[in-house]
Antibody, heavy 116, light 111 residues
Framework: QVQLQESGPGLVKPSGTLSLTCAVS????????WSWVRQPPGKGLDWIGE???????SYNPSLKSRVTISVDKSKNQFSLKLSSVTAADTAMYYC??????????WGQGTLVTVSS | QPVLTQSSSASASLGSSVKLTCTLT???????IAWHQQQPGKAPRYLMK???????NKGSGLPDRFSGSSSGADRYLTIVNLQFEDEADYYC?????????FGEGTKLTVL
């Protein structure tokens, strides 16, 4: 069974770059699709983007200009960078994975607050 | 891209049944969806994949109390014999070649 664990700074300054990593265990990152999803406080789920095992990426059009998702196969992990953050980017950030369709495994999430 | 519509809230009594609805936009009525459960303070949990035919595949360990069905553009999640631990937010998800979309979620209250 795949296990995912997010890590990264819990506080980011406005206009800075949010950087998170998702460590993968129980499966090789050389398969599946690897996604990032966020959830602002009290709100619903918002898909950020994903990367395939081959390195192809897809991003939410509303965030595309600020998002980069990458994979490090040697460490079996993938990462999220979101630039030019504002308070509106304050959210719980989840990593998740899909083998053939839905996001079937989720990490526990990490709260990122954007504040000076 | 597809859009998923869900009612904002639902409620039902302990031990009764509830049917939650997720509606696909026209032009996307054949899409496969997934249902996810998010209990308070927890990460989402994948429940099942549900096809337009009504065929569904449940996630590991999901009780038989949970089932899925479909009619046209509507996708349903039915929970029978409601338990207090079923009180949660329920999200539907769909996807295509370059995007994923979530519904806005239904908050289920068990009375």
């Amino acid at each position: 069974q795949v296990q995912l664990q997010e890590s990264g700074p819990g506080l980011v300054k406005p206009s800075g770059t949010l950087s998170l990593t998702c460590a993968v265990s129980g499966d090789a990152i050389s398969s599946n699709w690897w996604s990032w999803v966020r959830q602002p406080p009290g709100k619903g789920l918002d898909w950020i983007g994903e990367i395939s095992h081959s390195g192809s990426t897809s991003y939410n059009p509303s965030l595309k200009s600020r998002v980069t998702i990458s994979v490090d196969k040697s460490k079996n992990q993938f990462s999220l960078k979101l630039s030019s953050v504002t308070a509106a980017d304050t959210a719980m950030y989840y990593c998740a994975t899909a083998a053939s369709g839905p996001l079937a495994f989720w990490g526990q999430g990490t709260l990122v607050t954007v504040s000076s | 891209q597809p859009v998923l519509t869900q009612s904002s809230s639902a409620s039902a009594s302990l031990g009764s049944s509830v049917k939650l609805t997720c509606t696909l936009t026209s032009g996307h009525s054949t899409y496969i969806i997934a249902w996810h459960q998010q209990q308070p303070g927890k990460a989402p949990r994948y429940l099942m994949k549900l096809e337009g035919s009504g065929s569904y595949n449940k996630g590991s360990g999901l009780p038989d109390r949970f089932s899925g069905s479909s009619s046209g553009a509507d996708r349903y999640l039915t929970i029978v014999n409601l338990q207090f631990e079923d009180e949660a937010d329920y999200y539907c998800e769909t996807w295509d070649s370059n995007t994923r979309v979530f519904g806005e979620g239904t908050k289920l209250t068990v009375l």
